[in-house]
């Protein structure tokens, strides 16, 4: 198994879903792990449970939309652990309505999270890579809709297509740190972001839950089959211990074959 061995990984949104995987991964493969997150409750609760892994875990509440905070969460988490080795920017919401129906503010939400919260983040992040001399490894949770439209889902696929160009842009600048930045895309992962939409595509488009499965979600795979945490879990530590800069700028598909490059 690849090591992290005494390396620390900030992730945010670490305490559900994808996250929350990668960071059971990453404390397996001996990082230790800042779980951050706006949920301080289930931040606290996934630390507790990595920590009996036998490596050093805190929670820190954070919205990554909010520069105070963010900047704030970073600072407390290289004062109680060191060091920040990794970013895992990861935290994430959906909402889907048609285009000619979407809210400004529903817009502004998704672009806040997932863009804004990705350059706080990273800048923070950056700037702590950079003063310990060590460099660093950023990874941007994309999408296939980093690559791939699909209905309904207009602010998500701008903002997941917008994390490739901000992950080639750190990895030109962060080259001369020893800092690498690249994204992961996956396809559907039955978390709680999907288990939520099933229904709400169902409404929206007409038909019923299984369809929406079946013939929206998994209809251009190449086996009918949802990608798992797991499975996003080992790429993302693949990114996190690879050694050199000879993998940066990168966006990796992880769906079963949903979107080929
Ligand atoms: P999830 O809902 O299980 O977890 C998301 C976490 O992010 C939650 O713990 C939530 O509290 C946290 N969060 C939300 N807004 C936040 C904010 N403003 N500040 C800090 N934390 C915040 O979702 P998930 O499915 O694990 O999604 C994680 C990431 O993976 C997202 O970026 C999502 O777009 C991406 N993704 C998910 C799928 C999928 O099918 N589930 C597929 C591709 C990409």
């Known amino acids: ?89 990861n935290a994430g919401i959906q909402i889907v309505h048609p285009v000619h129906e979407f809210s400004f503010a529903d817009w502004k939400k998704m672009l806040a999270i997932h863009l804004d919260g990705a350059f706080l983040t990273t800048r923070a992040c950056v700037k702590q890579m950079i003063a310990s001399g060590k460099g660093g490894s950023i990874i941007y949770m ?31 600048e962060g080259a001369a740190h020893n800092i690498r930045a690249n994204v992961i895309c996956p396809g559907f992962v039955r978390t709680p972001l999907v288990e939520k939409q099933i229904p709400e595509q169902a409404k929206t488009l007409g038909i019923s839950e299984q369809e929406v499965v079946k013939n929206v979600m998994l209809k251009e795979t190449v086996d009918g089959e949802f990608t798992t945490t797991a499975d996003v879990a080992q790429v993302a530590l693949m990114f996190a211990s690879f050694p050199t800069n000879a993998l940066t700028g990168q966006s990796l598909v992880v769906s079963h074959g949903w979107f080929m490059q």
Do not use: C, W
């Open 1 to 89: 198994m690849a090591s992290l061995d005494n390396k620390v990984a900030y992730i945010t949104g670490a305490a559900s879903g994808i996250g929350k995987e990668i960071a059971i991964e990453f404390a397996r493969a001996g990082a230790h792990i800042v779980v951050a997150d706006l949920n301080k409750e289930a931040a606290d609760a996934t630390a507790a449970e990595i920590a009996k892994l036998g490596v050093k875990a805190i929670g820190v509440a954070v919205d990554v939309t909010n520069e105070e905070q963010v900047d704030a969460s970073v600072q407390q988490a290289v004062a109680a652990l060191g060091n920040i080795d990794v970013l895992i920017s």
């Open 142 to 172: 994309g999408s296939v809709h980093s690559k791939e439209a699909s209905l309904l889902k207009a602010p998500y696929v701008t903002a997941k297509h917008g994390l490739i160009g901000l992950a080639k842009t750190v990895a030109k």
